[in-house]
Nanobody, 128 residues
Framework: QVQLVESGGGLVQAGGSLRLSCAAS????????MGWFRQASGKEREFVGH????????QYADSVKGRFTISRDNAKNTVYLQMNNLKPEDTAIYYC?????????????????????WGQGTQVTVSS
């Protein structure tokens, strides 16, 4: 089992940046494919990005491609989401996710059901 705790959320003006962190405990994060989802008020949870166990492969939603970057430090059991050029539509609760069996080659990484473990989320608010 792994526990995920997000941090780094907050209020930022449009065009600004934030970096979210996700600390994993209970089992080495290197054994998990990990990612980020978000959920805006009144909307369904949506895929943001995914990173493979090694950190070599990343995938992003079209809405954040070129602005957001996922990285991981397996020595620190931490995954990061660097968010640049933030827009008001990026306002949401951001969730860190992990799964021990998911393969990025499977193509199912954008699906919420592909991840067994979820953090509690951290709020990101972007003002216009």
């Amino acid at each position: 089992q792994v526990q995920l705790v997000e941090s780094g959320g907050g209020l930022v003006q449009a065009g600004g940046s934030l970096r979210l962190s996700c600390a994993a405990s209970g089992r080495a994060s290197s054994t998990y494919a990990m990612g980020w989802f978000r959920q805006a008020s009144g909307k369904e949870r949506e895929f943001v990005g995914h990173i493979s166990r090694s950190g070599v492969v990343t995938q992003y939603a079209d809405s954040v491609k070129g602005r957001f970057t996922i990285s991981r430090d397996n020595a620190k059991n931490t995954v990061y989401l660097q968010m640049n050029n933030l827009k008001p539509e990026d306002t949401a609760i951001y969730y860190c996710v992990a799964d021990a069996n998911l393969l990025v080659t499977s193509g199912s990484y954008p699906n919420t059901r592909s991840y067994e473990h979820w953090g509690q989320g951290t709020q990101v608010t972007v003002s216009s």
